[in-house]
């Protein structure tokens, strides 16, 4: 069987999860180039991308650059960037896009779609299952999974007016999701990724801050009951908010369960939110528990743990790395 | 006018409130043993306390052991040791004592009292305003204030009866207030020393742990909004808990206002939960915040925050030092 062709993918703001699923696709065929800071881009050029992945490093060609040309003929665009960036990747973005571009969000939080539509790029949402980091400038470290859900954020475009027809995954989605499909990524479908979004929400706001406060990697948070009960909070207080937002949500005595699961499959991770603070960098805070405690704040839920943890991030930005 | 004679004192557990108190008894004749570990005894004999005070900075000679011998004929016994040894010290302190020896509490939390009288010992609570540290053997850093307050843990030994007499200080709590105010302490007396220790924990709980996680001094963490809501949190916890225990406490608005007032007088300082974390030593949070949460729990009453305050320095206290 013939695969159809590759698009060209530029992948902006490369990161770990950007070199992560940029090397994915660039490993089965597709032309990628990576977009990010100079020092990842210098040495990816040089040796190309250090893929390391238990049992299967390896290094990859693949073409980097520090400046956005290779958005201008990109069909699929991997937005990376910190959700800190979201809107000014959005305006830089805007005017550089292919009219029938596929621009797909693969960030952390729950509203980088909204926001990139304020700034006129209309984004797919990816949320992302993958424990990566890059110890040093292109060296890409793979710790586990490498998953994603891909759908519309909200309502898809209507493609006939009836229940059936607007549950259905959108057709950029569901080309998106067959590009993955090639290269090796498992990617689930939903017509609608907000719930999705939340879920990961809900784990990244029991995990993130927690890990990087406590300067822990996830095994030994699951294993603590009091660290267990503190997640249970934060959880509880997420799900609360989400379902005040009107998202459809499992419930938070089973996302908690799943993020016991979660933390037992990657034992050794470290949340970004530790990383970003080890390294002395803002932290995602205010797209993670910062969100949802702003936004139970509009909506009258009380998130007194998802304050305390936003609060704690945010005076740990401010002094020195450790 | 002639001074009554000095009892002998032994400071029990000689870390940098136990110097300080016992410098400043020294300093104004007292014959006063320090005890304590080897590294500080070491160098408090060879060179003195080191007595590092703004503008006021002078060697103390003092003598110093790292046995318990120099409790037998002591009349007052300041016992500073951290929460954590409160009952292994009474056990080692019981039979040592005088019959008439004076035992004073200088410990954070609300329970020591209590927990030493379980081995025996029937101690005075001090509630201590100081912020000192042990940078080096034998180097007391004072960073501000120096007063106590003294009293009964629960009623006084009845007097009279009546509730006028219940209601004053116990003979040995003014004996005691006497010994210090003639040594330059400012010493408040209380007839049940409960509330001063609640009002002092509510100031714990709100500075200590934030203090250790977001690794920040206290200026800092006053300047922040989302911190003083954090603060608040923790503050407004802990009065619910003391009034369940049916503590006499000002209300959780006023106290508030304290702790700012604080923060504003110790805007360098440091909590000791800070300073044992940074150097891989187990904290007191057992008595601080995770009292304040375990109680809650007893008595039915909410303490999202104070629990993760506590779950997080807990895990904190299992990673490496930083």
Known sequence: ?????WPRVAVYGAGAVGCFFGAKLAEAGAPVTLIGRAAHVGAIRRDGLLFDSPGATRRIRIAADTGHEAVRDAGLVLVCVKTRDTADAARALAP???PDAVVLSMQNGVDNVPRMREAGVDALAAVVYVATS???PGHLLHAGRGDLVVGEYGAPPAGGGN???AARPSARAREVASWFGRAGVPCRLEADARGELWTKLVMNSAF???SALGRSCYGPMIDDPEVRALMRDAI???VAVARAEGVTIPDAGRLYEDALRLGEAMREARSSTSQDLSRGRATEIDSLNGYVAR???TLGV?????RALTALVRLRERTAPA
């Open 1 to 5: 069987m013939q695969h159809p062709s």
């Open 96 to 98: 550089l896009l292919r």
């Open 134 to 136: 890059m110890p040093a």
């Open 163 to 165: 229940d059936v027809e």
């Open 208 to 210: 993130n801050a927690i």
């Open 236 to 238: 509880g207080e997420c």
């Open 295 to 297: 936004r139970g704040q």
């Open 302 to 306: 009380a998130t007194p743990v998802n």
